[in-house]
């Protein structure tokens, strides 16, 4: 299977679950599905997923050693 095609056949299962109204565990025992393959793609076509990767910003931080605390208190206050 392609990539749009699990998307489509996923997509499918997560609409029958949502509109089953049973427990994830009840669901996937009717429908012949794995736990684990349905929380995966759960997670995957989350739109909170999805947002959280546009907004993501890449921080780095650095260790600074200060040996002067007259300049530790003035960095501080800034």
């Known amino acids: ?3 749009k095609e699990k998307e489509a056949y996923w997509s499918t299962k997560i609409d029958e679950y949502q ?15 794995a736990v ?6 759960l997670r995957k076509q989350s739109p909170v997923n999805h947002t959280a990767h546009q907004e993501t910003q890449l921080i780095f931080c650095l260790p ?6 007259t300049l ?6 800034l």
């Open 19 to 33: 509109k089953s109204g049973l427990a994830l565990s009840e669901w996937c025992e009717t429908a012949e599905v």
């Open 1 to 3: 299977m392609k990539r």
């Open 36 to 41: 684990h393959n349905m929380k995966y793609w």
């Open 64 to 69: 600074v050693h200060y040996t002067n605390l």
């Open 72 to 77: 530790l208190r003035v960095f501080l206050m």
